[in-house]
């Protein structure tokens, strides 16, 4: 199936695309058919760079214990980390 | 017939006029043939798309593909154009028609075709398919497993996805619909819903509910594929195009 259901965010971050490092700007969750990975559902993610200037993407397609195992890591990583450091933000 | 065919990329005039990619297959074994538009798949216009252009070509149809998503990502692979695509919501119908009316023309216009144009597509493309005839004058549509042609959308999906079974009267042309029994988008209770209102609407239709295959029964480079399924939808497109488009 076809389930269309998106999670989009906006995101700070940066990424290793094919043609470099980039800056990115939002990001896609969801649960569908993947491109690449061999099963019929993955849980997906796109990590992209919008607007002006050149679009870029990361992706990742993964099975759903890969998915909540990394998510949990994830969370697991923010939690250990200090308070102090979490909101170490400087503008692009 | 040979199967003799060329294919290339070619620019097309799309929905107000903008310049869009296209893939463009057309056989070179017949005088005259008829036409079809295909519509790509959710995940864009990718090689598997490409492929299935290229075949109808060998079956004596010159088809051609927009990319829906060229205006998205100009230049970009198929996979990043659809998951940018995807994270703005998906494409504007209306913006969606115009670009299958741009290729409409093109076909029409070819000093070889018979004047007759159909449209085929699948998964998101066979909604959008459905929808093309609706407001275009085609002859044919196919529906490969279209969700929400019928049935709204639960209010959580980002995509501007509506259903447009309401808009039935504006068909023109007659309808095949192929879909796979374990589809829950569209599911069986959804097709049905779908065949009451053509039937109400007092148009020609098709349907064929595959058992054992789901939703992308085509793709034969998913595990997806269903190789009867395939294969007995496949002869049905054929015959179809055959009393639709010549």
Known sequence: MCTYQTETLRVRASAKTARGWANMTDASVYFD???HFMANHALMIDVLRQ??????????????ASARALAEAIL???????????DDSVAH | MTH???ASTISIAGHGGDQIEAYFAVPTDVDQHGSIVVIHHLPGYDESTKEITRRFAAHGYAALMPNLYHREAPGADPDDAAAIARNNGGIPDERLVGDVEGAMKYLKALSTSNGKVASIG??????????????????GVIDCYGAFVVGTPPAEFPLRVTPVVGEASGLTGEVLGLFGAEDKFPDTAQTEELADALRAAGKTFTF???ENAGHAFFSPNRPSYRVE???EGWDEIFAFLARTVG
């Open chain 1, 33 to 35: 058919h993947p491109v």
């Open chain 1, 76 to 86: 697991r990583a923010l939690e250990h980390a200090p308070a102090s450091l979490l």
């Open chain 2, 229 to 231: 399924a395939a294969n």
């Open chain 2, 122 to 139: 699948y998964c998101s493309g066979g909604r959008q398919s459905f929808l093309a005839g609706c407001r275009l004058p085609l002859e």
């Open chain 2, 4 to 6: 003799d065919l060329n």
């Open chain 2, 208 to 210: 064929r509910t595959y």
């Open chain 1, 51 to 64: 607007g002006p200037g050149e679009t870029a993407r990361v992706g990742l397609e993964m099975d759903a």
